[in-house]
């Protein structure tokens, strides 16, 4: 089998996570984080949208870590990020951070924003 390492260029990978943290680029950061092209950002929960507002026009697609499983949006998040023209795909928080990983490694715009589980 043949191994390639993986470059993510100048952006953070999620290294790791675990009950009420996540690891990111080799250090531990307790509770919601938002990650995206312009580095980590704490991220206050669904109640935070401006957070994720300010991604509008940066990324492609918002990756939404809702915790442990997979929920819907709340309506009203949904909505105003729809508007705004940013596309969020809710999973639980593992699945969202593997998934921003892959195609952060792809060069792709992309962000998360995860519910620690």
């Given amino acids: 089998m043949r191994l390639t390492e993986i470059e993510y260029n100048d952006s953070l990978p999620v290294d790791g996570y675990g009950p009420g943290f996540f690891r990111i680029g080799g250090k531990v950061v307790e509770g919601a984080i938002c990650l995206g092209p312009d580095g980590l950002t704490a991220w206050g929960g669904l109640e935070d949208v401006d957070t994720l507002l300010a991604l509008v026009g940066k990324v492609d697609v918002l ?22 023209g940013l596309a969020a795909d809710p999973m639980g928080s593992p699945s969202a951070c593997r998934t921003y990983n892959v195609l952060l490694s792809e060069g792709r715009r992309v962000a998360v924003a995860a519910l620690p589980v």
Avoid at 64 to 74: N, Q, R, S, Y
């Fill in 63 to 84: 990756f939404v870590g809702m915790g442990a499983e997979i929920a819907h949006l709340p309506a009203a998040l949904r909505q105003r990020l729809e508007a705004e």
